[in-house]
């Protein structure tokens, strides 16, 4: 039997023939979610998104009788901070299904800020997050996913796409995760070796699921802190999330296993910085094995004033061989999701009638002085 799109026990309603998001009670922002500036870390965001994510995937993967189950995170689309979150604002979230595949759940999840002195709401971010069913009785088993029930057919054929192509991606990164970051001897400013920069971290209980290994959200956030310290150096101003490319999830993280966040400038436009981060983990407890690559992403920062107004970035120094490439790859992911943009804009402006101006008059301009210019 297939469950109702967006099935979410209990806290749904039928609207038209389609059921609303979940909805997830609102957080304020506080001091040690933000920065100095104030406004609010992208990470404590990533990691909201992930728990709803998380929350709704689960639900809806346990909604018929049969062995029970967790969600794990596997995929993030790419995720823009459309406008920042301040210290103060209630964060709203919103999860909904949108697809299931036999192993998968793709979930949309948007995020709206709310200033509860004056009232004013503003879209924040909006997500796209797949996750698989993990067995609680085997962590290496994955389940199958209730089928949800679609309005249209059109909506079937979308999400397949969407499915078949992020498949596909996941497999093209996981074979270009090589790379490691070795530390720099005195290296000059603005140079990657200068910026980059290493965290390591303990995974505790109170970092994991119920399975015993790391949530997304945990890990994304600690990415986000890497990438903002490279940003920072670099550019020694404010600095916010303005994107995170697709976070590709490629191995579990077990409890008790110590991670390493590295994260490296790789490409610099007039106003914004690319940030390759990776979490390489060396397991210790359970099951001892050699270090391997669990997530990787490419985040975007902006340079900000005090006023919040962009700043120039300083342009990277690439010295390397290796690190002309990475920019020149940067560069071509930069100048792709510009393009994106410019599409995306211009199909809205054709979605506008043409303004109707009166008809020109066959006697000529009117009486009185011309207009100087």
């Not at 023939?17 to 933000?34: H, K, Q, T, V, Y």
């Not at 579990?252 to 296993?257: A, E, L, P, V």
């Not at 979490?279 to 210790?284: E, H, M, S």
């Not at 109707?356 to 006697?363: L, M, T, V, W």
């Amino acid at each position: 039997m297939a469950v109702p799109l967006g099935g979410c026990s209990g806290l749904w309603a039928r609207w038209g023939g389609c059921e609303l998001p979940c909805l997830f009670p609102g957080r304020i922002m506080r001091p040690d979610d933000a920065n100095i500036a104030g406004n609010v870390h992208g990470g404590t965001i990533l990691k909201m998104i992930e728990e709803a994510g998380a929350i709704i995937s689960t639900r809806h993967c346990n909604s018929q009788a049969g062995e029970p189950c967790v969600a794990a995170l596997a995929r993030v689309e790419r995720t823009d901070f459309l406008s920042p979150v301040c210290i103060g604002e209630v964060a709203n979230v919103s999860a909904e299904i949108t697809y299931t595949s036999r192993h998968s759940v793709e979930v949309q999840v948007n995020v709206m800020s709310e200033n509860i002195l004056t009232g004013a709401k503003k879209v924040t971010n909006k997500a796209t997050l797949w996750y698989v069913p993990l067995s609680l009785k085997n962590v290496n088993k994955v389940l199958e996913v209730p089928p949800i029930q679609y309005a249209r057919k059109e909506q079937e054929d979308e999400g397949k796409k969407r499915y078949e192509e992020q498949k596909l991606d996941r497999l093209e990164t996981k074979q270009r995760n090589g790379d490691v970051i070795f530390p720099v001897i005195n290296p000059e400013p603005h140079t990657v070796g200068y910026s980059q920069s290493s965290l390591i971290h303990l995974v505790g209980p109170s970092d994991c699921t119920l399975l015993g290994f790391v949530h997304g959200g945990v890990t994304m956030k600690l990415m986000d802190e890497v990438a903002g310290i490279v940003a920072a150096r670099h550019c020694k101003t404010n600095i916010v999330t303005a994107s995170v490319d697709a976070i590709n999830f490629h191995e579990k993280i077990k409890k008790g296993s110590v991670i390493t966040i590295s994260g490296r400038m790789t490409f610099t436009s007039n106003k914004s910085m690319e940030i390759e981060v990776f979490v390489d983990a060396d397991p210790f407890v359970d099951e001892p094995r050699e270090r391997y690559r669990a997530v990787s992403a490419f985040f975007t920062y902006v340079s900000l004033s005090k006023e919040g107004k962009p700043l120039p970035v300083p342009q990277l120094l690439t010295e390397t061989e290796d690190e002309k490439r990475r920019f020149e790859e940067g560069k071509g992911r930069y100048l792709q999701t510009k393009a994106k943009r410019l599409g995306a804009l211009f199909q809205t402006l054709r979605c506008f009638p043409a303004p109707a101006f009166p008809p020109a008059s066959s006697q000529g301009p009117p009486a009185g002085p011309r207009p100087r210019f």
